[in-house]
């Protein structure tokens, strides 16, 4: 296509990638004589509709992204070509050269260096991560940072998703084999998914070696085995690399915190240790424990209170009859910081009843029983909720 017009304005110099229905051309804006990026999808019978929704998806975010190391949005047009119609996004050039291509020239990455290039990056998953909704990017990959005069740059959008804070849907699988986590095979993503890809990415630069191909013990990478870093970066790297989300480092923040003044720096202060309570005899509460699932039952009268806890939230429903009674509360189980016990007062003259509450922030969710609680009950509650979602009793 060199020397073709696109959109009238567009002359194209060289291809710069291919992918099936999808092409990236480098093209001189014939108004301006400066060089710009052309993304083009075909609009043919070979078009999927994944394809597309990712296309718009991609110009509908950088329409909205305004970051030194973001490639900035200059358009979108239509163009007529002879077996097909093609949807062109317009984009300013990076002149650089991407951190695959430093590898495969044989260059390899000083621990100083890393630190450096993971500080730029995670400098900007921080703008992408805290916009009112959160923009995940979800295919970080040395082929996606680009070097260009001293300044790093993140680019190709195709696979980014916005989320919305009780997010839990499926999507459509994209990243790469290495970078992606474990938890995007299964259609998923969050802000922490794009700290285990930066991690595959600074792994390689400091190894020379695809992620996928280093050491392992079990499903983790064999950070004793790497010589070329020291333990303290290690440990960072281990962090952000780590296969289970639960245990993996939450926010671009709390990362580029951690690199700057150390893990300890940042390491939540464990709970403190609470004594083992038995399940009272005569309960008729009742819990159901799994790794990733718990479920506690309170009976009332004519129904029951349910607490349903998972990996991303927290559901507090009343029934009656079996039947859902008014709306559940959901919470985001990061936003549990503390439980409250307040067992059976010690003075007889007092109405108040026993109860067990769950702070979120400034909201209180309480536990209640019909009849009430006792006091071994809501010691019993305490305690198990405490160890399992981690969180201090008060």
Known sequence: MAGQILGDRYQVE?????????????ARDLQTQEQVVLKLLFVDENLEWDDLKLFEREVEILQSLSHPSIPRYLGYFEHELPNARALVLLQTFVDGKSLEQCLQQGRL???????QLAKALLNVLIYLHNRSTPIIHRDIKLSNILLANRQLYLVDFGSVKRISGNDTTAFTIVGTYGYMPPEQFSGRATPASDLYSLGGAILALVTGTHPSSLPRSGTRIDFSQITTITPEFADW???????????????????????????Q??????????????QPADTKITITKEPTFLEVSLPSRLGQTQLQIDQQQITLTNKRLG????????????????LECRPTPSHSASSEEPSLTLWAGTQKYELKGNPPLTTQEINWLAYEL??????PVV
């Open 14 to 26: 060289r291809q710069i990638g291919k992918q099936t229905g999808r092409w990236t051309l480098l």
């Open 109 to 115: 990455f000083s621990e100083a260096e890393a630190k």
């Open 237 to 263: 790297l281990s962090w952000l690399y780590e296969p289970t989300l639960d245990r993996r480092v939450k926010t671009a923040q709390e990362a580029l915190q951690a690199l700057t003044q150390g893990r």
């Open 265 to 278: 720096a940042v390491s939540p202060k464990p709970a403190p240790a609470i004594a083992p309570v038995q």
């Open 323 to 338: 039947i859902a009674t008014g709306r559940p509360h959901v919470i985001p189980r990061k936003e549990i910081t503390r």
């Open 386 to 391: 405490s160890t399992w979602l981690k969180v």
